[in-house]
Each structure stands twice: as structure tokens, then as C-alpha cells.
């Protein structure tokens, strides 16, 4: 029973019938996922999909100097590891934890498997990629067009729709990495925010006190992203 309750606090893994669930389960395994833990690297086979819990997971692409910039971000909603499934056998990106927590994992073929009985767990995945993709989409546009104080309004919004309450638990240095921006431009715009009452922060720890205000000052990115979410995937599972 504890096991079920689990499974139901990632939406993704709530909304696949009984059926196929009770199929995966020899393959399903509940994981650790402690922070900063790099789930693929760019290029790396994949061996197991993730479905987080209580963890955030940032798909990071990474040049050839060691930059990178976080590209998407999966939480509770969703599963890491779509290109298994959407033709490839490794990921054109890294995939590491930004926040602790837990998950599952389930092992690649018993996902190949189940993708290609092409049943109602093809359709849940493929509109969840889509809506996946809308939103790597709009953060290249993001990070392209908008200011800095958006970027990290839009990230704090997309972060706390995919984990339970009000706190995040980040360093400047890591939303530096996962923005693709230098520290003192995260401390400039994490002291604005603050100063506008919309958020505490202090020792890593980022509370949302006004998230109406978070969201009016955010950019129009964060909206579209959320309605394309709430249309794709069912009710029960939308963010």
C-alpha cells in the first residue's frame, strides 16, 4: 500500500492503468535521488527511465568548454528519459538532480515493451514529450529575449509546480549553472525579488511568500508552458 501511495505522487505514473503498472513492477524500483546526482550524461546509453517524486530533475545541455544551460526542468509531472522511447538509445542531453528527494525507476525495455504494445501508455507519453517539448522550446526563448529577473521568476514557478509547498532548496551557484548566468546575476535578481516581497532568501533556501506577484512579473513563458501542460495531460496529472 505505502509502495502505491508512492507511485501516486508522481501524476505521470497515476494516470497509467492498473494493467500495464501491474507489468512493470518486477522492473520498478523506488531510488534515492540525492541532489546534484547525474542520472545520464549527454550521449550516454540509457538503461532506466525516472519517475520523480519528491525530486527535480534539469535536462542540462553542455558545450564543449563545460558550460551548460538547463534546457527543461521534470518533477513530479513527468518522467526522465523520453529519447528511449522517441527513437534513440541515449540522451542528446545531461539529466541531473536540482532538488533531493525520491522517485522510480524503471528499466528501459520493460518501457520499450510497453510503448510498443501501442496501448493508452503510447499516448500518455507522447503527449507528455509534446508538452515537454513546449517547454525546452520556450526556455531557448526565454533565455533569449527576457530579462534575467523574468528567467528566474519563470524557473522558480516551473520548480515549485513540481514539488509540494512553498520552499526550494537551491544554491546560487547551482541556478547560476542551470540559467547559464554568472552568481552575481542570480544574488542581484534573487535580492530584487525579495525586496519586491515576493520571496525569502538565505542559505540556499527560497521561500515564495506573494506567488500571484511571482507570477504577474514573470514573463509570458511560464503561462504558455503551464496551459500547454494543463491541455495535454489528463486532469488528474496536469501542473
Known amino acids: 500500500m505505502k509502495w502505491r501511495i508512492e507511485m501516486d505522487k508522481n501524476l505521470l505514473l497515476a494516470a497509467i492503468p492498473k494493467p500495464e503498472l501491474q507489468r512493470w513492477q518486477p522492473d520498478l524500483e523506488y531510488v534515492d535521488m540525492p541532489l546534484g546526482q547525474v542520472l545520464y550524461e549527454s550521449g550516454g546509453r540509457i538503461g532506466y527511465v525516472y519517475f520523480p517524486t519528491t525530486a527535480i530533475v534539469s535536462l542540462l545541455d553542455v558545450l564543449e568548454n563545460g558550460s551548460s544551460a538547463e534546457i527543461a526542468v521534470v518533477g513530479n509531472e513527468g518522467i526522465v528519459g523520453i529519447s528511449l522511447f522517441m527513437g534513440g538509445e541515449s540522451m542528446a542531453s545531461r539529466a541531473v538532480v536540482q ?120 514573463c509570458e513563458c511560464y503561462a504558455v508552458v503551464k496551459k500547454e501542460y494543463d491541455r495535454l495531460l489528463p486532469a488528474k496529472m496536469a501542473v
Open 99 to 218: 532538488s533531493a528527494g525520491h522517485g522510480f525507476r524503471l528499466r528501459a525495455q520493460a518501457l520499450k515493451a510497453e510503448f510498443n504494445r501501442a496501448g493508452p501508455v503510447l499516448h500518455l507519453l507522447l503527449r507528455y514529450t509534446q508538452a515537454l517539448i513546449t517547454q525546452m522550446s520556450l526556455t531557448a526563448v526565454c533565455n533569449r529575449h527576457h530579462s534575467l529577473d523574468q528567467q528566474l521568476c519563470r524557473w522558480i514557478l516551473l520548480s515549485l509546480d513540481r514539488l509540494e509547498g512553498s520552499d526550494l532548496l537551491m544554491t546560487q551557484e547551482l541556478i547560476a549553472n542551470m540559467l547559464g548566468v554568472r552568481r552575481e546575476g542570480v544574488t542581484e535578481g534573487a535580492l530584487k525579488l525579495q525586496k519586491a516581497g515576493l520571496i525569502t532568501y538565505a542559505r540556499g533556501r527560497i521561500k515564495v511568500i506573494d506567488r500571484n506577484g511571482l507570477e504577474q512579473r514573470s
